[in-house]
């Protein structure tokens, strides 16, 4: 295979996907890259806590951060907790926008507006609602500041648990005025107004890019897919990866290329900053 051939990873199935490849290999320094935390750059696990980035995936976003515009990533988390569990200030100039965009950490700093009234409520009401629900053993309150998620995960049946707390914790959402966001064995109640799409779209906008990549794994990275649809109307090709799981099939459908989870995106990474790099002479 030539330098110039896409790897067996870097293969978009889509005419999209391959002209935003293109794209992005021609002029590397006007791209951006943006990564949702969990479930792609680092593997689930049963207690968000624990969380780690993938074996060499932080290394693989600093040698890219050499060679694009732009590397973010773009979570539900807090941007802070992100950084600290990814070790993500390992990586010269990155951008970090926490709570779905509502948060921006850069260089050790967070920029964050205060989080609306609906929060204390749910805060307030949540232990109630989830023991009222009758959702089994397991099922835990994460509050993260500005939000508050119920995971099942760890619950004898996640997916029984969560259908017991759908109804109770929509209604709550529609009382605290907050948005209700599905994810992986979790429902997260959170402020409205912002999304990974809004927040993927201002910074291609501010960072003024000529190409994006954005890669996800669960339904919170769907509006960022959605964004990178819409940017192409405007010129700006881009390329869309699936960091692919069994408990969500939609984001690998929507998806212009897709690889196994948090490894695949490891190595995908790799063989494209050798791509960028081009043949060593
Ligand atoms: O936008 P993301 O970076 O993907 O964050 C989405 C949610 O991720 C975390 O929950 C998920 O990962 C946990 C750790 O692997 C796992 O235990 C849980 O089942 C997943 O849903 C995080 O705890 C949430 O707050 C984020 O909103």
Same mark, same amino acid.
């Given at each position: 295979?030539?330098?110039?051939?896409?790897?067996?990873?870097?293969?978009?199935?889509?005419?999209?996907? %391959?002209?935003?490849?293109?794209?992005?290999?021609?002029?590397?320094?006007?791209?951006?890259?943006?990564?949702?935390?969990?479930?792609?750059?680092?593997?689930?696990?049963?207690?968000? %806590?624990?969380?780690?980035?993938?074996?060499?995936?932080?290394?693989? *976003?600093?040698?890219?951060?050499?060679?694009?515009?732009?590397?973010?990533?773009?979570?539900?988390?807090?941007?802070?907790?992100?950084?600290?569990?990814?070790?993500?200030?390992?990586?010269?100039?990155?951008?970090?926008?926490?709570?779905?965009?509502?948060?921006?950490?850069?260089?050790?700093?967070?920029?964050?507006?205060?989080?609306?009234?609906?929060?204390?409520?749910?805060?307030?009401?949540?232990?109630? *609602?989830?023991?009222?629900?009758?959702?089994?053993?397991?099922?835990?309150?994460?509050?993260?500041?500005?939000?508050?998620?119920?995971?099942?995960?760890?619950?004898?049946?996640?997916?029984?648990?969560?259908?017991?707390?759908?109804?109770?914790?929509?209604?709550?959402?529609?009382?605290?005025? *907050?948005?209700?966001?599905?994810?992986?064995?979790?429902?997260?109640?959170?402020?409205?107004?912002?999304?990974?799409?809004?927040?993927?779209?201002?910074?291609?906008?501010?960072?003024?890019? %000529?190409?994006?990549?954005?890669?996800?794994?669960?339904?919170?990275?769907?509006?960022?897919?959605?964004?990178?649809?819409?940017?192409?109307?405007?010129?700006?090709?881009?390329?869309?990866?699936?960091?692919?799981?069994?408990?969500?099939?939609?984001?690998?459908?929507?998806?212009?290329?897709?690889?196994?989870?948090?490894?695949?995106?490891?190595?995908?990474?790799?063989?494209?900053?050798?791509?960028?790099?081009?043949?060593?002479?």
């Amino acid at each position: 295979m030539s330098p110039a051939e896409p790897g067996p990873l870097l293969s978009p199935t889509t005419d999209a996907g %391959r002209a935003a490849l293109t794209a992005l290999l021609d002029d590397p320094s006007t791209a951006l890259t943006g990564f949702d935390f969990d479930g792609t750059l680092a593997p689930i696990v049963a207690d968000p %806590r624990d969380s780690a980035p993938q074996a060499g995936i932080v290394e693989a *976003l600093a040698d890219l951060a050499d060679l694009v515009g732009t590397v973010a990533v773009i979570t539900g988390r807090p941007a802070e907790t992100a950084v600290l569990l990814g070790g993500l200030d390992r990586v010269p100039g990155i951008v970090v926008l926490g709570h779905y965009g509502a948060e921006r950490w850069v260089d050790g700093r967070v920029i964050a507006a205060d989080p609306p009234p609906g929060v204390a409520l749910v805060r307030s009401e949540l232990p109630a *609602l989830v023991e009222a629900s009758g959702a089994p053993a397991g099922t835990w309150i994460e509050d993260k500041g500005r939000s508050l998620a119920v995971h099942t995960r760890r619950a004898e049946d996640p997916d029984r648990a969560l259908a017991l707390l759908a109804e109770p914790l929509k209604e709550l959402a529609e009382r605290a005025e *907050l948005r209700l966001e599905p994810g992986r064995m979790v429902i997260e109640l959170r402020p409205q107004g912002v999304d990974k799409g809004a927040a993927l779209t201002s910074l291609v906008e501010e960072r003024a890019a %000529r190409s994006v990549l954005y890669a996800g794994d669960d339904l919170g990275d769907l509006p960022a897919f959605a964004a990178v649809t819409a940017l192409r109307e405007r010129d700006v090709p881009g390329l869309t990866v699936c960091s692919s799981s069994d408990e969500v099939t939609e984001v690998a459908d929507a998806a212009d290329l897709v690889v196994p989870g948090p490894a695949g995106l490891a190595e995908l990474l790799a063989e494209l900053t050798k791509r960028i790099r081009g043949p060593v002479e």
